[in-house]
């Protein structure tokens, strides 16, 4: 029978449990004070043995008989403590298979050839495809992906702040103004006026034309144009640079990207899972808009190029709106709240019957708890929920039980 150390008794690492013992294997757990006492109820259960203590700690691995088995396994989300503890293992015990997970999929091989770790797997990779797979699988009704019929639903835009609308049409007021003043007083041409009016706004003043033989009160009218001028102008280049520091142009611009978009993919929530999913539909030629609170945030400056990134709160109709969800094929929520998932479905369906025309909208919502999911399911066949924990964890099992049993 094959002995299997497990570090750490998260979501995660509790579901790698029960596979293991479903396979047969002999499993002892290390984690710390803080674990759930529900999961430790679930893994003695199980049958596993639990170690209490920090698997970072020799002490708790020595507890634990480490060096005695034939793999660990590291479940914890910590990429730096899983590492640590990975290489204390391969320190301490070389012959012991290490088998981590980490966030980034693209070191596994660099720890795989330089550490000597058996596999390194990122867990959302691994369940990226099945939430792709549920996204676009093929809709229920022939109609799912023909363009909307008769008047398409209004789309809430983003309202914009009235200084940046108000300035600017006070200027081009004063400009049109001061054209047919000075059309009309000097007797000068429509492009004479035009000219004349653009040097005074400017303070330019090439002296070419001038108001010397003018009436008093358009001398007037001069002084305070120039003056009015001046100040419009810098009150619109300084809104201009907040228009643009702000990211209210970057925002605009990604809404109207993703207005232009059909049978695209909304995926809410740009974490592990999200990203991962985001970053599978890229690859399929998929396009995708991503939603996200956070405005920030590196993921978004590295995903904004290659698809529309709408800043806001996915639970808000408008927000759904601006990320075109009246053309999606379906939305994917994926944040780690399942509560907060569901509430975006729900959201994501009431606009869909409210806006679609029948069309129907497939959604697929990330979920930790098993029960929710089961009860979900059976009350309702227009809501996929799925655990990357439940979709990875064969995974890591397989990994675990790659070498040769002692």
């Known amino acids: 029978m094959r002995a299997v150390v497990v570090f750490g008794l998260g979501r995660f690492g509790l579901q790698v449990v ?3 013992r479903g396979c ?34 020799r002490t708790a691995r020595r507890e634990a008989e480490v060096a005695a088995a034939q793999t660990v396994v590291l479940t914890t989300a910590n990429d730096i403590d899983n590492l640590e503890a990975a290489l204390e293992v391969r320190g301490e015990a070389p012959a012991v298979r290490v088998v981590m997970r980490h966030s980034q999929a693209r070191l596994a091989r660099r720890f ?10 990122a867990p959302a990779d691994i369940a990226a495809a099945a939430f792709v797979a549920a996204a676009l699988a093929p809709p229920t009704g022939e109609a799912a992906l023909l363009p909307t019929v008769g008047r398409p639903a209004a789309i809430a835009r983003r309202p914009m702040r009235m200084e940046f609308i108000a300035v600017p049409a006070l200027l081009a007021g004063i400009y049109a103004t001061a054209i047919v003043v000075f059309r009309l007083t000097l007797g000068l041409s429509w492009v ?35 003056f009015a001028g001046v ?6 280049a300084s809104l201009l640079a907040v228009f643009v520091v702000t990211g209210t142009a970057d925002h605009l611009r990604n809404e109207f990207r993703a207005r ?20 599978d539909l890229f690859d399929r030629g998929t396009p995708v808009v991503v939603v996200d609170p956070q405005a920030d945030d590196e993921l978004h400056r590295e995903t904004n190029p290659r698809c529309p990134v709408i800043v806001g709160d996915a639970t808000r109709p408008v ?11 379906a939305l994917v929520a994926c944040t780690s709240n399942d509560a907060l998932n569901l509430e975006i479905g ?10 679609r025309g029948g069309r129907p909208l497939r959604l697929v919502l990330r979920c930790f708890d098993a029960d929710l999911a089961r009860r979900i399911h059976a009350v309702s066949a227009n809501y996929t929920l799925l655990s990357e924990a439940t979709i990875a964890a064969p995974a890591f099992v397989q990994q675990a039980v790659a070498g040769p049993a002692t």
């Open 231 to 236: 100040l419009l102008i810098a009150i619109t």
């Open 319 to 329: 927000i759904l709106h601006r990320a075109g969800i009246e053309h999606a094929r």
């Open 112 to 121: 795989e050839s330089d550490f000597g770790i058996a596999a390194a797997l």
């Open 18 to 20: 029960e596979a293991l």
């Open 260 to 279: 232009r978009l059909r049978n695209h993919v909304v995926v809410c929530g740009l974490g592990t899972v999200g990203m991962a999913v985001a970053r």
């Open 346 to 355: 729900l959201t994501a369906q009431s606009l869909a019957e409210a806006h």
């Open 192 to 226: 004479d006026a035009v000219y004349f009016a653009t040097t005074v706004v400017t303070t330019v003043g090439f002296g070419d034309i001038n108001l010397l033989a003018a009436p008093a009160w358009v001398k007037l009218f001069g002084v305070a144009l120039m």
């Open 24 to 57: 047969g294997c002999m499993v002892t757990v290390i984690s710390d004070d803080a674990t759930n006492a529900e999961r430790i109820d679930r893994a003695l259960a199980a049958g596993a043995r639990f170690v209490r203590g920090d698997f970072r700690t």
